[in-house]
């Protein structure tokens, strides 16, 4: 958990110079993946996370959030392999369902790529730009 909280914070809070409440209640309810590269046979680091969290909980449909990678982990497909998991975990979890993010405006063409639509127009989140994005089921 400590990993997860860290890795949260040196992303969301530092890196993005965006002071909010990262650690809120869907925590408690969220299904977390976490990705872990290892050195050697004890040193572990976690490189990559994401949420998955339960319908009627964020949105009506299952939502996918706060997708990390590390600084020194990017544009090597770990971001793109979470999602995958995740996306397989929500239909395995939740049947039927489509999934509903809110994802920062310049990573519309990851989530397109995923098969996220657009379904808002660009909104401002913590001072940045968003857009709600759903896969349909």
């Not at 909010?20 to 572990?44: M, P």
């Amino acid at each position: 958990m400590y990993a997860m909280l860290k890795l949260r914070q040196d992303v969301f809070i530092v890196e993005q110079h965006c002071p909010y409440h990262d650690i809120d209640e869907l925590d408690r309810i969220a299904l977390h993946v976490l990705g872990w590269q290892t050195f050697g046979s004890e040193k572990e680091e976690l490189v990559a996370y994401l949420r998955l969290v339960p319908p009627g909980k964020k949105y009506k449909e299952p939502s996918i959030g706060r997708v990390i990678t590390r600084f020194t982990h990017r544009r090597k497909g770990l971001g793109l392999e979470l999602m995958r998991v995740a996306l397989d975990s929500s239909r395995q979890h939740f049947p039927g369902e489509g999934n509903r993010i809110s994802a920062q405006a310049h990573l519309e063409g990851f989530y397109s790529g995923l098969g996220y639509q657009v379904v808002s127009e660009p909104y401002d989140e913590d001072g940045i730009p968003h857009l709600e994005m759903l896969l349909p089921a």
